[in-house]
């Protein structure tokens, strides 16, 4: 199946902690993007990526960091730098950057203690 | 950079009514898209309008580009319990910008 995939669904982690979301998609896009959603707000982009091997800081990226190694795959750092990181993140990735359907993957849900 | 501005941000309709939900811009966009986020879900690609003054159907669900490519609207008829969720626009910046979305809750 094609699809674009996160792992895990639930993360728990200690503050302090570094953590990394993992993003596949299997769908040949040259766009990925990281978005964080907070409880009755909306998507916050806080990376993205057009091609392999380069990437951009989106609206909310400080604490956080990527790589995009491969096409298929964009992961995301949640470093102890951020504030706040608790909060629901989600990949998505499309053909070309903004003139196409985005399609998302189920989202990984971070609870820091 | 651009934004994307939806209002209002929740919408409690009664089912079977009739509801708007509106996606404003600064600057023209070349496109805009609608999504859905379902309660405990992911958006969900709904429809890209491209051209201006564009309108497209889908069921029970009007969307609408305006004439200047500034803004857009979501018109849906006789709300359904299934049409409980979020429901977000986004355009391009040219990476993809999502508005706050209107969150819709359905009165049986």
């Known amino acids: 199946d094609g699809g674009i995939t996160q792992s895990p669904k639930y993360l728990f982690r200690k503050e302090g902690q570094n953590v990394t979301l993992s993003c596949e998609q299997n769908?040949?896009?040259?766009?990925m993007y990281w978005y964080r959603q907070d409880p009755g707000q909306g998507l916050r982009l806080i990376y993205y990526s057009q091609i392999v091997n380069d990437f951009q800081k989106g609206d909310i990226a400080e604490g956080y960091s990527v790589s995009r190694e491969k096409k298929e795959s964009f992961p995301l750092t949640v470093t102890s730098a951020q504030k706040n990181p608790t909060a629901f993140y989600l990949c998505?990735?499309?053909?070309?950057?903004?003139?196409?359907?985005?399609?998302f993957g189920q989202g990984t849900r971070l609870t820091v203690v | 950079g651009q934004q994307v501005m939806q209002i209002p941000q929740y919408q409690h309709v009664q089912e079977g009514e009739d509801f708007t939900t509106y996606c404003n811009s600064s600057?023209?966009?070349?496109?805009i898209q609608w999504y859905k986020q379902r309660p405990g879900g992911h958006p969900v690609f709904l429809i890209q309008l491209v051209k201006s003054g564009e309108v497209k159907k889908q069921k029970r669900l009007t969307f609408q580009f305006g004439e200047a490519k500034k803004n857009s609207s979501l018109h849906i008829t006789a709300t359904q319990t299934t049409d409980v969720g979020t429901y977000f626009c986004a355009g391009p910046r040219p990476e993809l910008s999502f508005g706050a979305g209107t969150t819709v809750t359905v009165r049986a």
């Open positions: 769908l040949n896009h040259d766009a």
């Open positions: 998505a990735s499309s053909i070309k950057q903004g003139s196409t359907e985005a399609f």
């Open positions: 600057t023209t966009l070349s496109n």
